[in-house]
């Protein structure tokens, strides 16, 4: 049994993450703000142990605060030490994710992204937890050149919100230089996380208008939008809107639970892996695999492209495939009946 440490623990990706480990019988340390996620997670979790016959309740402990706070963070690890259940590795999903919103606030990116980045590694090290693996973005490729991204495609991130990402990448890498180092560091670099949990009851919530585009589709049907904006239908694919990898979040959860065992069972070393399908699926198509499953229309137009947007973002994914003992296993239309789960409770 390990206890693993999730910032950002309360949100889309933190929060199955954190359901995995449960499940797998591991102590989950929860560190999130709630700024852009559920402070109501806590039963939702405990509701998805229950169905599964497991009480999470001895395995499960949430903290509110803000990862920038040194003071704040150095008192839970020393918790968990005094309990005999010192930290074993982090899984750092904590930080602003909006690329439009960086674009209108880089400040407030930076210093939330950055700061608190620097902070926790700081922590980390004063308590000897040199094990992380780091939520990272495909937005640092920026404009992809090739119908495939690899991990040694160029680095060009178009938004704030891409340069912090990056930039956090660059300083996990300064650490592995350092003299002796004991870092074993692993940089998971997300292309689209889109889904919900099979259970209905945990998928994405965003707080305020949504950004992206399942959960602006799901606004849709559930009459809270009047209709869906799409970005762009002029960008060179083959229907003119914008074709992205999306990955279903239970795939990237469980990328995560074997990414944790390989951290654990490897020497001290920095790994960068695309986690992907190695498939791409343009908005159009998403819009319409709901419609077939659902039976309805989704109202939609077009609008201007948006500032940071790229037209092709898929993942090559085979150094993932060929590290971890993992593979996707989900397909497109798995990912939209799932989501409809979420609103046809």
Same mark, same amino acid.
């Given at each position: ?14 929060? #199955? ?42 395995? !499960? ?8 706070? *040194?003071?704040?963070?150095? +008192? ?15 899984? #750092? ?13 880089? =400040? ?11 902070? !926790? ?10 094990? $992380?693996?780091?939520s990272s973005s495909a937005s640092i490729y920026g404009h992809s050149l090739s119908?495939?991204?690899d991990e040694n495609s160029p680095i060009n991130p178009l938004s704030p919100y ?6 956090? *990448? ?9 003299? #002796? ?8 670099? &997300?292309? +689209? ?10 998928? *994405? ?12 589709? @799901? ?7 009047? *209709? ?6 002029? &960008? ?5 809107? @914008? ?6 979040? !239970? ?10 065992? &390989? =951290? ?5 070393? $920095? ?33 201007? %492209? ?9 993942? @090559?994914?085979?150094?993932?495939? +060929?590290?971890?003992?993992? #593979?996707? %296993?989900?397909?497109?239309?798995? $990912?939209?009946?799932? @989501?409809?789960?979420? $609103?046809?409770?």
């Amino acid at each position: 049994m390990k206890t693993y440490l999730i910032t950002g623990g309360s949100g889309f990706v933190g929060s #199955h993450i954190a359901v995995d480990l449960l499940l797998s019988g591991n102590h989950v340390v929860i560190i999130d703000s709630y700024i852009n996620s559920n402070p109501g997670i806590e039963k939702i979790l405990y509701k998805i142990g229950e169905d599964k016959n497991y009480s999470f309740k001895n395995n !499960l402990f949430f903290f509110r605060g803000d990862i920038r706070d *040194e003071a704040f963070l150095k +008192n839970i690890f020393q918790e968990r030490i005094s309990l005999k259940k010192p930290i074993d590795a982090v899984v #750092h999903c904590g930080g602003l994710k909006s690329i439009s919103e960086s674009i209108l606030d880089p =400040l407030k990116y930076w210093d939330s992204n950055i700061i608190g980045s620097i902070t !926790l590694f700081k922590v980390m090290n004063i308590f000897d937890c040199f094990k $992380i693996v780091f939520s990272s973005s495909a937005s640092i490729y920026g404009h992809s050149l090739s119908n495939s991204i690899d991990e040694n495609s160029p680095i060009n991130p178009l938004s704030p919100y891409g340069n912090t990402k990056s930039s956090i *990448e660059k300083i996990l890498n300064d650490l592995t230089k350092t003299p #002796h180092s004991r870092w074993t560091i692993i940089n998971l670099r &997300y292309f +689209n996380p889109v889904g919900a949990h099979k259970s209905g009851i945990l998928g *994405e919530e965003p707080v305020g208008k949504p950004n992206n585009l399942f959960p602006r589709i @799901c606004y849709v049907m559930m009459g809270f939008l009047k *209709e869906l904006i799409i970005y762009g239908n002029d &960008y060179p694919t083959h229907d003119g809107t @914008c074709i992205r990898d999306f990955i279903h979040i !239970l795939d990237l959860s469980e990328a995560h639970l074997a990414t944790l065992n &390989y =951290l654990l069972q490897n020497k001290p070393q $920095i790994l960068i892996l695309n986690i992907g399908t190695g498939l791409g699926t343009s908005v159009l198509e998403v819009v319409n695999t709901f419609n077939e499953i659902d039976d309805v229309n989704i109202p939609f137009q077009f609008d201007k %492209k948006r500032k940071g947007d790229v037209p092709f973002l898929v993942a @090559c994914n085979n150094l993932a495939l +060929n590290t971890l003992n993992w #593979h996707p %296993k989900r397909t497109i239309k798995q $990912i939209c009946i799932d @989501c409809l789960k979420t $609103i046809n409770l």
